[in-house]
Every structure is written in structure tokens, then in C-alpha cells.
């Protein structure tokens, strides 16, 4: 019999106690006798040695407890938003949050961020006001707050008393409450017809029991959401939530007999090196010795599996529906893999990409091949970091958030790998659009081309943010199936061939938002003896001569090298102002309507992300201290003055003679080409 799961992930900007809190929560449902502390380093989810000193969390985490018949995996991520692709890595296998306020912090531009993708998800979720001990604590400021800038759908399901006090606690409302019936009422009204019409004609004859059945409906549809306040040191309000997390979360219960259908959230690396998938189940049943299907066409023997069911995962036969499990074994598994089924979740993303990047340099010379050792390892983990290796330079470079995801990496490589490594400069990222329509050809046998197949590719450009999409619009009959078996296989593998090139573009930077049409394929049929036209065409002659082909076709297209742009929202004192806006208009921001309250201004503005760190570098300064800017990443717009360009790390298909003396190894270890043998 399987058992209802709850997948709950616990969200926050950074130091609002969500480690403090999983640890309360994990103490007031039994599974640890004593609660640890972030500061002391001994709480259950900050485990790793580095989260232990910083006090901080870096990695997502999972620890379980049960609740009457439902078993709650916890999800303690991260808060800083360096370590943004955690909690999005995380958010697919939810089936609940609990977003963490702070009654002193209120909300933070951290916590919109979160509650955005949250809403646009459609989570379950509810609030939690945490930290009503600490002096500065309000409750009403903070609802009002939520409201405004969050969600006006929330029902404060009590109310908080001595705040600011060790002895702040927090009650819950009930039936007999003299408000709290009518405001819930009122806030179900807005999403039910049923409930507002038996409202407007009557207050009292909406039975309490029936509002508390609706606000658990609309909570689990994500359309209202509960808020709790209390403390996660002193424990008040724990109880409350709990209680809410029982009454108002959607468990699920999956088929376990149905077909295996899991996500990889998390991966890591066991006491001897061995690699550990953490993988959600959403249906079927995976047992120790079964052979797995998983990402793209891979397979491979699981050879045990550990299960979350109260507190850290333990050995277990089988992992079923619903519950979060740790699989060992799975030597090529990636973090996004679907399990059971083919595919990735990897191109899903709900928050802005890293926008920097550095090129890491071991201290040592010598240590220069293990440090790419350690990366790939580290990458893993964190696919977001990107390693690239340049052959030419003897370089290696990584992808990055900010400085803190950097002093990370540093200390990782240094504790685990026992590797001193430095980091140059920090400089953007930019991306390449086609800005018009390109087409190229090659010709089986004709004399420029230096492989057996013929390949016509073009180009166009694609809406902002769509990525590049593949399309195969070629004869079926003209597709070597003989190599590739199917023409879904044809086309996933083209597909690859045809990211893997687009990687580095005419200014060699990554090429996106374009759609590539394959117009033309024919492969080489031996002929003789005596042969006048060569051997049989191989996977190998598509791999190669389609960057050739693709390459061309960009530089007929043309492409505008873009830069990352964000949104700034600064509130300031009014009488600051016209200095911000004088430094605002010479970092080229563009100004929009500026709205004024009393004291406090609001400026917006749309600029470069590389101008608003700059402007948060004077913000101080121009403001007296007072200014507060949040800035919100927008999209890529194309850059004004020279295009930036990036070192190539792979040979130029637009330099031939060099493209054929460095020809590409394969895509990724991960491609399972059809047999090559002509290599
Ligand atoms: N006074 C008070 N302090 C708290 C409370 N909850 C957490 N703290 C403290 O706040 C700090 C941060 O707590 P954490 O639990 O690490 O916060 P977090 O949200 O997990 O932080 P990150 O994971 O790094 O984003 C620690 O020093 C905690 O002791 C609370 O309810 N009251
Ligand atoms: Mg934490």
C-alpha cells in the first residue's frame, strides 16, 4: 500500500530561517530529540562542511517526517540569490511551499522573485512571518506589505502578540473569532461565485466548516494563500503551521503499479566518489537491480536506493509514487533527467540565467588536469556553471551568479579537491540573435565538401526567449535511417549536432532565439566495384559537416550580440531624486514614469545589468544611505557600440583548413551515436 506523499520545499530570500525552521519542524513531528543550530553548525540540512562555517546553506537538502497518514518530504533550499538555479532545480518537484517572511525584513525583493515563480507554477502555498521574537518585529506592516507587493489572496490564520519579545507568540483564529470568519469569507468570495453569493445575501450562513473546506480547496489549487507567523527559534507558531501544512497542502498519492516516471532534482557524490541521483517519483516503482531508462535514450542498472521516511533516507528494496529517493549506480544520470521515460527538464527555466563569467586558474600549473576533474564534478551538481575548456589558451572557465557562488567554488575546490585556485576578472555574459535570415549547402561528392553527406540548413530568427528549436523538413526517404534507425532519432541527434555548433556564434558567443530548418539531406550509397563515389555515409560525416553548413548559414543571417538587462526599482527619498536621475540618464537607463509618495519616491528604469551594478555602487552615496534598488532581470537586448567578442574554444568552421585540422569530438560522452567507423 503506498502511502500519501507531500513533497514541500521551504523558500526564502537568504537568512529568513528556513534552515532553522525545517529544524523545528522536523523536532515538533519527533524525528530529532534536540534542535540544532545554523550558528553552531549542527543542524540536519546544512550538512555540508562549508555550510557548516558560513552558516549558510548552498546546496538544497531533503529530511522527512510523517503527519497522521501523510509523509512530508522537507526541502530546505537556499536563500542567496547566488544559488537561485538550487531553488529552481527544486521547484518541479514540488507539491507544496511554504514561503518564509521575516516580521523585521518583511518582503525582500528575494521573496517576489520566489513568489513569482511559485505563482506561475501554481504551488500550493503558504507564508510564514518568521522571526517575531526579534526587536522590530510588526505584523500589520508586513501584511500590508504582502499585500501590496506579493498577493492581496492571503488569510492571516491568527494573530501574533508581544511581538519583538522572547515571549512573542502566536494564536490561531477559529469559528468563534469575532473577524477572522468574514475575512475569510471575503477572501473566497473573490475565487468562488457559490461562497459570495451565499455571502452578500447573508454573512452568517456560510457554516465555518465550509470556509475551512474552501480555503484548503483554493489553497490547493494555489489561488489563496494562508499566512502563520511565529519564530522559528523559540518554536511558537510551529505547531500552527504544521497543523496547516496537514489541512491545507495537497498530498498526492501515485499509481505505484503505473509506469516509472521520476525528475532528478539533486545530485551528489557518496563517501567513496560514487554518484547519488536524487530523484522524485510521480509514478511507478523503481527496485535495486532494475535496469533504468533515463535523459536522453541512456540506461543503466540501479544498484541500490535509499528513501526518504523519516528524517535521512534509508535503504530500501524499491522507491514508489510520490516519495523522494536517493538511486545509486546510475553512472551518466544528470540533474534534470526524467527517469523511466526519455527527456530532460533541463530547458524549464523559471529565473534569470547566470549573467557572469570567470576563467579559473589553478595555482599550480601542474594541477591544471585535475582542476578539470573537480569542475566537471562540481558541474554535476550545479549544471548551471557551464564549465567551457579552452584548448588553445589552457583555460577553463565557469558561469556564475554573483561573488559569493565564486568565494563557493573557490573553497569547494580547496576542501574537496585540495586544489588552490584563483579567478580573473569577472565579466559578462552575452548572447547572439540572428538578426536575419541565412542558408547554406553542401553538396554530397562536390569537391568543397569534404564529407559524405549532403546537408542544407537555414536559419531565422526566433521571438526573444524561445531558444533554438530544430525542424526537419527534408524527404523521409532521404534520411539515413540505416544509421539512425528512426527519423525521431535522426532529428534528436541533428538537433544535437546543431546546439552543440550554435555554442559559440560569429562573435563566439552562444547562439539563441532561432529557429534552424534542415531544407536538405542525402547520404552516399557505395557504388562498384570499382568504386567511383567512396563507402557508405556515417553518423560521423553529419556530425562534422553540419557546423560547416550551419556556421555559413549564420553568417549569411548575421547576428547582434546582446547583453543581459534588467529592470531597477529604486525607492528613495524624494529630495534625492534629481541626483539619481541625472546618474541614472548617464549609465543610459531608460526612465519611465516616476511615482511619488509623500517622502519616498519610486524611480524605474530599464538598463543594462552591468550599469545597475555600477548605480548600486553610488546608490549610497547619492542617497544618504536611504536608497533601496532591486533590480529584476528583464531579458537580452542588443548591445550599443562595438560588439564584445569571446575567444573561440573550439576550432572556426568558417576557418576550413583549421576546422579540418581540429575536427569536433563527439557532441557529449552522453550522445549515443550510432556507430562510427570511418573514424
Ligand atoms: N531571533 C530569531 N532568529 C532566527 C529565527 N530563525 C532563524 N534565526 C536566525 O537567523 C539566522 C539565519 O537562519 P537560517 O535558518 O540559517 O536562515 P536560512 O533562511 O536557512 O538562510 P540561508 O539558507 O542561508 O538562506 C541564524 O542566525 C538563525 O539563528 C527566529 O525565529 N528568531
Ligand atoms: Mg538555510
Known amino acids: 500500500m503506498s502511502q500519501k506523499t507531500l513533497n514541500l520545499g521551504i523558500l526564502a530570500h537568504v537568512d529568513a530561517g528556513k534552515t532553522t525552521l525545517t529544524e523545528r519542524l522536523l523536532y515538533e513531528t519527533g524525528v530529532i530529540d534536540e534542535v540544532g543550530s545554523v550558528d553552531a553548525g549542527t543542524t540536519q540540512t546544512d550538512s555540508l562542511t562549508l555550510e557548516r562555517q558560513r552558516g549558510i546553506t548552498i546546496r538544497s537538502a531533503v529530511a522527512s517526517f510523517a503527519l497522521e497518514d501523510v509523509h512530508v518530504n522537507l526541502i530546505d533550499t537556499p536563500g542567496h540569490p547566488d544559488f537561485i538555479a538550487e531553488v529552481e532545480r ?95 469569507a471575503e477572501v473566497l468570495a473573490e475565487r468562488d461565485d457559490g461562497i459570495l453569493a451565499a455571502y452578500v445575501e447573508d454573512e452568517s450562513r456560510v457554516p465555518y466548516q465550509q470556509l475551512r473546506e474552501e480555503l484548503a480547496a483554493q489553497t490547493k489549487r494555489a489561488l489563496v494563500h494562508p499566512v502563520f507567523f511565529g519564530s522559528a527559534m523559540t518554536g511558537t507558531g510551529v505547531k500552527a503551521l504544521i497543523a496547516g501544512i496537514a489541512e491545507l497542502l495537497p498530498a498526492s498519492q501515485g499509481d505505484p503499479d503505473g509506469p516509472v516516471s ?19 517519483m510521480f509514478s511507478g516503482t523503481i527496485r535495486t537491480r532494475d535496469r533504468l531508462h533515463f535523459g536522453r535514450d541512456l540506461q543503466d542498472k540501479v544498484t541500490a536506493i535509499a528513501v526518504f521516511e523519516s528524517g535521512p533516507a534509508v535503504q530500501r528494496p524499491s ?69 567551457r575548456q579552452d584548448d588553445t589558451r589552457q583555460e577553463i572557465s565557469v558561469s556564475l551568479y554573483g561573488e559569493v557562488q565564486k568565494e563557493v567554488i573557490q573553497a569547494t575546490l580547496a576542501n574537496e ?51 533554438i528549436d530544430f525542424r526537419l523538413q527534408v524527404d523521409p526517404r532521404t534520411v539515413p535511417l540505416y544509421l539512425y534507425k528512426t527519423l525521431e532519432s535522426f532529428t534528436e541527434h541533428m538537433d544535437q549536432y546543431v546546439r552543440h555548433t550554435l555554442g559559440e556564434g560569429l562573435f563566439g558567443w552562444q547562439v539563441t532565439d532561432c529557429i534552424v530548418t534542415m531544407t536538405k539531406c542525402t547520404y552516399s550509397v557505395p557504388d562498384g566495384p570499382p568504386s567511383r563515389r567512396g563507402p557508405l555515409s556515417t553518423a560521423a560525416d553529419f556530425r562534422k559537416l553540419t557546423p560547416l553548413v550551419l556556421m555559413q548559414a549564420l553568417e549569411r543571417a548575421g547576428t547582434a550580440v546582446c547583453e543581459p538587462i534588467v529592470r531597477v526599482t529604486i525607492e528613495t527619498p524624494s529630495e534625492t531624486v534629481g541626483a539619481l536621475l541625472a546618474s541614472v540618464a548617464r549609465l543610459g537607463g531608460v526612465l519611465e514614469p516616476l511615482s511619488l509618495l509623500g517622502d519616498l519616491s519610486t524611480i524605474e528604469t530599464v538598463m543594462p545589468a552591468a550599469r545597475a551594478d555600477d548605480l548600486q555602487r553610488q546608490l549610497s552615496a547619492l542617497t544618504g544611505g536611504e536608497g533601496v534598488l532591486e533590480s529584476d532581470f528583464v531579458g537580452y537586448q542588443p548591445v550599443s557600440g562595438t560588439a564584445p567578442t569571446r575567444r573561440r574554444t573550439t576550432a572556426d568552421p568558417l576557418n576550413r583548413a583549421e576546422y579540418m585540422m581540429h575536427l569536433p569530438r563527439r557532441a557529449s560522452s552522453r550522445t549515443n551515436e550510432p556507430r562510427e567507423t570511418n573514424e
Open 90 to 184: 527544486v521547484l518541479s518537484v514540488l507539491d507544496g511551499a511554504v514561503l518564509v517572511l521575516t516580521a523585521v525584513e518583511g518582503v525582500q525583493p528575494q521573496t517576489r522573485i520566489l513568489m513569482r515563480a511559485l505563482q506561475r507554477l501554481r504551488i500550493p502555498t503558504l507564508m510564514f512571518i518568521n522571526k517575531i521574537d526579534r526587536p522590530g518585529a510588526g505584523d500589520e506592516r508586513v501584511l500590508k506589505a504582502i499585500s501590496e507587493r506579493l498577493t492581496a489572496a492571503v488569510v492571516p490564520m491568527g494573530t501574533a502578540r508581544e511581538l519583538g519579545t522572547r515571549a512573542a507568540c502566536f494564536t490561531l483564529s477559529g469559528a468563534d473569532d469575532s473577524k477572522f470568519p468574514s475575512r475569510v
Open 262 to 280: 521520476g525528475t532528478v532534482f539533486k545530485i551528489e557524490r557518496g563517501a567513496s566518489g560514487e554518484k547519488i541521483a536524487y530523484v522524485r
Open 319 to 387: 522507491v514508489t509514487a510520490g516519495a523522494v529517493g536517493k538511486l545509486w549506480g546510475l553512472g551518466e544520470i544528470q540533474i534534470g533527467d526524467r527517469v523511466g521515460e526519455t527527456g530532460s527538464d533541463g530547458a524549464l527555466h523559471q529565473f534569470s540565467p547566470p549573467t557572469l563569467e570567470s576563467v579559473v586558474v589553478a595555482r599550480n600549473n601542474g594541477e591544471r588536469a585535475w582542476l578539470r576533474v573537480a569542475l566537471a564534478q562540481l558541474a554535476e551538481q550545479d549544471p548551471l556553471i557551464n564549465v
Open 417 to 467: 579537491f585540495g586544489l588552490d585556485v584563483t579567478f580573473r576578472e569577472t565579466t559578462p555574459i552575452y548572447l547572439e540573435r540572428p538578426i536575419g535570415t541565412g542558408e547554406a549547402i553542401e553538396i554530397l561528392h562536390a569537391e568543397s565538401n569534404p564529407f559524405l553527406a549532403t546537408i542544407g540548413l537555414r536559419i531565422d530568427p526566433a521571438p526573444d526567449g524561445s531558444g
